[in-house]
């Protein structure tokens, strides 16, 4: 009897076990993928497949947080092809998901850090307009991203892309922008994500930008 | 041996498990594969996205019966059972489109909204206004540039195909403006008196509007104001003419704030400077403060004040067209003070909004004349005013589209005239009733049917307003809408200066729109005919022989007329880098018989064409606006109407010389994208009408008819310099002290 239990017992706990390898085998492969999209299709194809996963897995908010972020990197895409009309709806979309990892995981650097990136998506729609509005909440995201984990070596990445993007006149400076590029770079180095499927995107970005210089 | 089968058998499940079947299909909406449809396979993380023709394929190891979701914010969400064995599946399924409030047709007939940021249409927004050269920061001038509105410089007011500026009423959140205009002198229009930034958005309707609104025979402006400031400010700008300040507190919870401003204005500095048309004796000078609240309530209400008081007061010389005087003088006071109290809330699929505002006018003018340096004695012209508007309306969802709304307002008016002899005291209780529904049909198609009863307790009768619109998405960027309506309106009290049986106003209007917008650019084409019917006939009366300041009063309803033209309007903020532009022509034709006319005349503030164009360039190197605009209308005919043995006659008339206004503004701000600036400063040079052109708006004329004088604007070329600064309150502070 009590062998019939333990292994009843044991068939429920390879179950198990399977179903949380499972999610991390999906998870890993779908994270994997972020690198290869290109085009908006493929981003919204990828926040497709972290839906679902969200959609199943409720206690979660990393599969919330990676459809957020495929959102923002379609939106991202699609603002460097000149489709600002589209911005909107993407940034709608993106929306909901950070709503959903944040109503799991409070105070999290990673998660306001993608609100400051729907806001700046926002803001882009009409930037005169929305300048005082969007741009600010941004700002207000950024900083909490950054007073949640000074070290989170994302939050010097988009400040970068920020700065280095902005005209001088506006305040923006190549030169600053590359200063803090090299400075994600070295939080990049010595950052460890807690486990292998929390955020740990945007190191090539930074080299990338870094490269740009020494081309030169 | 039965735990090692058991383990068998859960092994070999396992094994069974990873098996897997490929699921694969085509996605179509009317026959097109269609892009971007997640299709999931329920409760599993299986699933695909299909691709531009709509196709997708994915593997899974599930079996049995499962679901298959088919799911895109733009269509309804499809839901499959299959039953999953050793074979392949394949699924193809046709969705259908959802209705929503974005994708939806909207009717824009007669109107232009710049409020709904969601929607591409979005027309004139408060950065436009400001942005404007010529505009002056106020949204009537603003809309002037837009089609349908005529360049009437003489009388404040928006005059809107043929019809005159009271034909035009504006309203606040709902609640009817009284006082939207400054007190003026005959033949110096007054200003708005409500700050530009004070709205977020508005609607401006050239005819066609919605049942809600009612008491104009024209058009009606819909402004709606600011919700609850993003962050607490103070401002300040300063001017040759102007100072004012003013700051806005938000609650820590962000779910409150209140703000307010003061300002006082002189153009006694500019007059010294300029060569004025018009003398001065006093120069214009006011002063005006606002106060404001904002509460969001705990169960989601939302309950916004906003109050303002305004004084002004100038004088004016002219030469007397009248023998034995050198000069008539006219003397004005004006003060004023408007509140307003709106609160909405949603109760589940009801929305209850409702408003009251109450104003008070006072205009004291005084006339006199000036012989041999001699003041004669003064005569008053004193009007007072006390308006109260109450409205209610409940809007029911029916879909996503579709809705139903219907409530009632309440108009009061209390108003008394002294001038000479004459005492009037005016009351009048206007009550409406209205429904109105959205009917949603699918995406390329809806209409709004509305009606609208009042009752007006002055003239005891009552009216019945059927109004109707249509829109079809004719293709994926072009509407074309329609819209009919009937419109009531009280004769002005001003023209009720005697007892006379008399009736509502009466017009109709047919307009009829095609419309294309794309990203950045939209296109607009409006035809329209307007029928008015029973506008009062009015005869002069001269109450005093000293001046040429005549007085109408209307006698019967026997009055009519018609407006028909064609519109042309084009935006473009796409095809040159940091340019935004837009063209509006308006070709109008009118007719009325109505106050004095003795017979039906193109009407005086009617211009048959009117261009104007207006360009908006930012140059960020120099952080610097240049804005440019343009008007050109054809001169308007003017006549002098007096009245001889009851009947009335037309002693002189012509056509006004063609209206041309070249103008230009620069907005410099030097601090912005500053990240570490904690002011934002902005300076403004404008120059309106920078060729100098010579406008005339009219002709006064003698009491005998043989002298006459022409009505120019007070000056023709005019500088504004100014700086606006405002701060968003520095939070460093309270963050410091949070830290100790």
Redesign the interface.
């Known amino acids: 009897m009590k062998k019939y239990i333990l292994s009843f017992a044991l068939a429920c706990m390879s179950l198990l076990s399977f179903a949380q390898a499972n999610y991390e085998k999906v998870m890993t492969e779908k994270i994997a993928k972020i690198e290869t999209c290109k085009t908006p299709e493929d981003f919204q194809a990828l926040a497709n497949d972290f839906q679902r996963i969200a959609e199943k897995e409720t206690t979660k908010w990393l599969p919330n947080y990676y459809a957020a972020f495929a959102y923002i990197q379609k939106g991202r895409v699609l603002m460097r092809e000149g489709k600002m009309q589209e911005l909107d709806a993407v940034a709608d979309q993106a929306q909901k998901f950070i709503d959903a990892a944040e109503s799991v995981e409070k105070e999290n650097s990673e998660i306001h850090l993608l609100q400051k990136m729907v806001y700046s998506l926002k803001m882009m729609v009409n930037p005169q307009e929305r300048y005082m509005t969007f741009g600010m909440k941004a700002q207000d995201e950024l900083n909490k991203a950054e007073k949640f984990n000074p070290n989170n070596p994302r939050v010097t990445l988009i400040k970068a892309e920020d700065i280095y993007f902005t005209p001088e006149q506006y305040g923006g400076s190549k030169i600053k922008g590359m200063e803090l590029f090299k400075a994600a770079l070295e939080k990049f180095n010595s950052f460890k994500p807690k486990t292998s499927l929390e955020p740990n995107w945007g190191k090539e970005e930074a080299a990338y930008f870094i490269g740009l210089e020494k081309a030169k | 041996m039965?735990?090692k089968l058991?383990?068998l058998i859960?092994f070999f499940s396992?094994a069974l498990s990873f098996s897997q079947t490929k699921i694969t299909g085509k996605v179509t909406f009317k026959n097109k594969g269609i892009?971007?449809i997640?299709v999931?396979l329920k409760?599993?993380?299986?699933?695909?996205?299909t691709?531009?023709d709509g196709n997708f394929s994915f593997e899974t190891s599930e079996k049995g019966n499962q679901i298959l979701t088919f799911t895109h914010?733009k269509y309804n969400e499809v839901q499959k059972p299959i039953v999953i064995e050793d074979k392949d599946v394949s699924v193809n399924t046709e969705l259908k489109e959802q209705i929503n409030e974005?994708d939806a047709v909207v009717i824009s007939a007669g109107s232009i909204e710049a409020s709904d940021r969601?929607r591409?249409t979005a027309l004139l927004?408060p950065?436009d206004i400001y942005t404007t050269a010529g505009a002056d920061g106020q949204i009537s001038s603003a809309l002037t540039y837009l089609p349908g509105v005529q360049k009437v410089g003489e009388t404040e007011g928006l005059f809107v195909r043929g019809g005159t500026g009271t034909e035009t009423k504006i309203f606040m959140d709902g609640s009817l403006i009284n006082n939207y205009f400054s007190s003026s002198v005959p033949g110096i229009a007054g200003r708005d008196r409500f700050n530009t930034s004070l709205f977020k958005g508005n609607i401006f309707s050239s005819g066609g509007y919605s049942a809600l609104y009612g008491q104009a025979l024209s058009g009606a402006l819909m402004l709606e104001s600011v919700d609850l400031p993003?962050?607490s400010s103070y401002d300040f700008g300063v001017s040759p003419i102007f100072l004012n300040g003013g700051f806005q507190k938000l609650g820590d919870n962000k779910n409150y704030s209140y703000g307010a401003t003061l300002g006082y204005s002189n153009l006694n500095l500019m007059q010294k400077i300029f060569n004025f048309n018009t003398n001065f004796i006093d120069a214009p000078q006011g002063l005006n403060g606002d106060a404001n609240f904002r509460i969001k309530t705990k169960s989601g209400g939302f309950l916004k004040y906003y109050g303002m008081f305004d004084t002004n007061r100038m004088g004016v010389k002219t030469e007397s067209l009248e023998p034995g005087y050198d000069f008539a003088l006219v003397r004005l006071k004006g003060e004023n003070t408007y509140h307003n109290l709106s609160f909405k809330q949603k109760f589940g699929k009801y929305l209850f909004n409702t408003s009251a505002s109450y104003s008070y006018n006072q205009s004291d003018l005084n006339f006199s004349t000036e012989t041999n340096q001699i003041e004669s004695e003064k005569t008053e012209l004193l009007n007072d005013g006390n308006y109260i508007n109450f409205k209610a309306v409940i809007d029911r969802k029916i879909n996503k589209i579709s809705a139903l709304r219907g409530g009632f307002e309440l108009n009061y008016a209390n108003e008394k005239l002294n001038f000479g002899e004459v005492n009037k005291n005016y009351r009048d209780l206007i009550s409406s009733g209205f429904l109105e529904t959205d009917l949603g049909f699918s995406n390329n198609l809806s209409a709004k049917i509305g009606v609208r009863a009042e009752n007006s307790s002055y003239l005891n009768k009552n009216n019945l307003a059927p109004r109707f619109a249509l829109a079809y998405r004719l293709a994926k960027d072009w509407t074309t809408s329609f819209a009919y309506g009937l419109f009531f309106q009280n004769p002005e009290s001003k023209y009720i200066n005697s007892s006379a049986d008399l009736d509502f106003q009466k017009s109709q209007h047919y307009i009829f729109q095609v419309q294309r917008s794309t990203?950045?650019r939209s296109l607009r084409f409006e035809a329209f005919y307007k029928k008015y019917d029973e506008l009062i006939k009015t005869q002069n009366i001269v109450p005093n022989s000293n001046q040429n300041q005549q007085v109408q009063t209307a006698f019967n309803n026997n009055g009519n007329g018609f407006a028909k033209g064609l519109e042309v309007f084009w935006r473009d903020k796409k095809t040159f880098e940091n340019i935004d532009y837009w063209i509006s022509y308006s070709f109008l034709n009118s007719k009325r018989d109505f106050l004095n006319y003795p017979v039906s005349l193109k009407p005086s503030f009617a211009a048959e064409h009117t261009i104007s164009v207006v360009a908006k360039r930012?140059i960020?190197?120099?952080?610097t606006g240049v804005n440019l605009s343009y008007t050109y209308a054809k001169g308007r005919p003017y006549y002098d109407i007096v009245t001889q043995n009851d009947k009335n006659i037309i002693r002189n008339e012509g056509r006004l010389k063609d209206y041309n206004a070249l103008n230009l503004s620069f907005n410099y701000l030097p601090n912005?994208?500053?990240?570490?600036?904690k002011a934002f400063t902005i300076f403004v040079l404008s120059i309106s009408n920078i060729l100098g052109n010579k406008n005339v708006y009219g002709y006064n004329f003698s009491q005998n008819g043989s002298r006459s004088s022409a009505v120019v604007p007070p000056v023709n070329t005019f500088v504004f310099v100014g700086m606006f600064i405002s701060f968003?309150v520095d939070k460093t502070q309270d963050a410091i002290n949070n830290n100790l």
Request: hydrophobic share 25%; charged share 30%.
């Open positions: 039965k735990t058991l383990f859960s396992f892009g971007e997640n999931t409760d599993t993380y299986d699933g695909a996205t691709d531009s914010p974005i969601k591409a927004t950065i993003d962050q990203e950045g930012f960020p190197e120099w952080k912005i994208g500053k990240k570490d600036s968003g």
